[in-house]
Nanobody, 120 residues
Framework: QVQLVESGGGLVQPGGSLRLSCAAS????????MGWYRQSPGKERELVAG???????NYVDSVKGRFTISRDNVKNTVFLQMNSLKPEDTAVYYC??????????????WGKGTLVTVSS
């Protein structure tokens, strides 16, 4: 089993910044793709940003130029630096990781989510 624990959410004014972190622990041989998703009320969960084990990244168009995803492969942690936040960025942000276990089986895991509220 693998646990993902997110931190860093909170209330921020429009134009402000937040940095989310997600640490993975458990039976981990290798973490392949890691990503951040978000879901706001009445909307489907969407991929915000993803990063492969070699550092290749992708972003949803609405956050390009404002958000940056990064990871620390030694600490099994992924980060999301969010700048120039807008009210429409308000959502619960979820961490996702595709994990290869010590047994060499592979499974996806989700964190419980952290709330980001952008409001004046």
């Amino acid at each position: 089993q693998v646990q993902l624990v997110e931190s860093g959410g909170g209330l921020v004014q429009p134009g402000g910044s937040l940095r989310l972190s997600c640490a993975a622990s458990g039976s981990i041989f290798r973490i392949n793709v890691m990503g951040w998703y978000r879901q706001s009320p009445g909307k489907e969960r969407e991929l915000v940003a993803g990063i492969t084990s070699d550092g290749s990244t992708n972003y949803v168009d609405s956050v390009k130029g404002r958000f940056t995803i990064s990871r620390d492969n030694v600490k099994n942690t992924v980060f999301l630096q969010m700048n120039s936040l807008k009210p429409e960025d308000t959502a619960v942000y979820y961490c996702n990781a595709d994990v290869t276990h010590v047994s060499r089986s592979t499974s996806p895991y989700w964190g419980k989510g952290t709330l980001v509220t952008v409001s004046s």
